[in-house]
Nanobody
Framework: VQLQASGGGLVQAGGSLSLSCAAS????????MGWFRQPPGKQRELVAE???????NYADSAKGRFTISRDNSKNTFYLQMDSLGPEDTAVYYC??????????WGQGTQVTVSS
């Protein structure tokens, strides 16, 4: 499966961005989808995820500010990010997994938040 992430960019602190991750196949049967980020000089970290059974989890840093969602009809899932701060600056990656461990990463989209 191929993933195309989009929606990153430059935004001022306090602003919002909406990321999209479009899959090349039907995502209805996926068992996991998530957004991760890698800040400059740091390791990749989980931001938000939807696990099997549609359980949603957020990193503490994302709670109350970010929202993960999916649109099965468009084979796309999203990350709405509000109240952004400079600490949210990172390359954001989407990840999608199907049964039998078929999984893919998106190519990454840069989010830069200026203070």
């Amino acid at each position: 499966v191929q993933l195309q992430a989009s929606g990153g960019g430059l935004v001022q602190a306090g602003g919002s961005l909406s990321l999209s991750c479009a899959a090349s196949r039907n995502i209805t049967t996926s068992v996991y989808m998530g957004w991760f980020r890698q800040p400059p000089g740091k390791q990749r970290e989980l931001v938000a995820e939807i696990t099997s059974g549609d359980s949603i989890n957020y990193a503490d840093s994302a709670k109350g500010r970010f929202t993960i969602s999916r649109d099965n009809s468009k084979n796309t899932f999203y990350l709405q990010m509000d109240s952004l701060g400079p600490e949210d600056t990172a390359v954001y990656y989407c990840y999608l997994q199907f049964p039998s461990k078929v999984a893919s990463w998106g190519q990454g989209t840069q989010v830069t938040v200026s203070s």
